[in-house]
């Protein structure tokens, strides 16, 4: 089971990662949240924290 974000409005988000392909062909892992759990679900690495946006309540990752 991945990390889960509840956030300030009670809604409960899912953490996940991808591997993309950025234009100069440099892979980058990215990380996004989602309502529902998939199957790129993944924990918070340890070198980030979670945010959550004051205006509409959407978390997301942030290099500590």
Do not use: W
């Amino acid at each position: 089971m991945g990390y889960s974000h509840t956030n300030s409005k009670g809604k409960t988000y899912f953490l996940h990662s991808k591997n993309v392909q950025l234009k100069g062909g440099r892979n980058q892992t990215i990380y996004y949240f989602a309502k529902d759990q998939r199957a790129e679900a993944c924990d918070l690495p340890s070198d980030k924290v979670v945010v959550e946006s004051p205006k509409t309540g959407l978390p997301f990752c942030k290099g500590k």
